[in-house]
């Protein structure tokens, strides 16, 4: 890859924050996190599409234009399946941001704050947590029978372990707490 242009030598390729952050003017930059995520803290100039939402062809007519686009999430799970969508589509120039959003703040790079919110990641790990500990302790005190929610559980991370997709992460990312929309800008003189 040269420095004088943006072409890529394979479909899906990860750069780092830092080349991300270089290349901000030239690139779309595509957060594919929840509306919730990216109120809490998001790369200013950057563009929201939740991956539950994404439009390729919208996605395709807003990087017109630009010489890549750059897909973002927490860490960059989210972000792979977005890129992958965009490919299939036929976005050319399509890169994954590498570590996410957790890499460019480490980075200590500059970020836009809102208001706090759970992650994705956590809000999976209380649901999935809280349903284990309620159907091994409903199997143990009520019935044998409850025990196939723990296991349905348990099922479902090792899936999401093997294929990297999480059915609960998308039915969470879909719940109205992590869609609520962006405070509005307003400035003391505002009516």
């Given at each position: 890859?040269?420095?004088?242009?943006?072409?890529?030598?394979?479909?899906l390729q990860?750069?780092p924050?830092?080349?991300?952050?270089?290349?901000?003017?030239?690139?779309?930059?595509?957060d594919?996190?929840?509306?919730?995520?990216?109120e809490?803290?998001?790369?200013?100039?950057?563009?929201?599409?939740?991956l539950?939402?994404?439009?390729?062809?919208?996605?395709?007519?807003?990087?017109?234009?630009?010489?890549?686009?750059?897909?973002?999430?927490r860490?960059g799970?989210r972000?792979r399946?977005?890129?992958?969508?965009?490919?299939?589509?036929?976005?050319?120039?399509?890169?994954?941001?590498a570590g996410?959003m957790?890499?460019?703040?480490?980075?200590?790079?500059?970020?836009t704050?809102?208001?706090a919110?759970?992650?994705?990641?956590?809000?999976?790990?209380i649901?999935?947590g809280?349903?284990?500990?309620?159907?091994?302790?409903?199997?143990?005190?009520?019935?044998?029978?409850?025990?196939a929610?723990?296991?349905?559980?348990?099922?479902g991370?090792?899936?999401?372990g093997?294929?990297n997709?999480?059915g609960?992460?998308?039915?969470?990312?879909?719940?109205?707490?992590?869609?609520?929309?962006?405070?509005?800008?307003?400035?003391c003189?505002?009516?």
């Open positions: 890859m040269t420095n004088a242009t943006c072409s890529i030598s394979s479909p990860t750069i924050p830092r080349l991300a952050r270089e290349r901000q003017s030239e690139a779309l930059l595509l594919v996190r929840t509306p919730a995520e990216f809490e803290v998001h790369i200013d100039g950057a563009v929201l599409h939740p539950n939402d994404l439009n390729p062809t919208l996605v395709t007519q807003l990087a017109e234009g630009k010489r890549a686009c750059v897909v973002i999430c860490s799970g972000a399946q977005a890129a992958e969508k965009l490919v299939a589509h036929g976005l050319p120039a399509v890169q994954i941001m996410g957790q890499a460019w703040e480490g980075e200590g790079l500059p970020v704050r809102g208001r919110t759970i992650s994705l990641q956590r809000q999976v790990f649901t999935a809280s349903m284990i500990f309620a159907g091994s302790l409903l199997g143990y005190l009520v019935s044998p029978s409850w025990i929610l723990p296991a349905f559980v348990g099922a991370l090792v899936f999401s093997v294929t997709t999480c609960l992460a998308m039915i969470l990312a879909r719940m109205p707490w992590n869609n609520r929309k962006p405070a509005p800008k307003t400035s003189c505002s009516m």
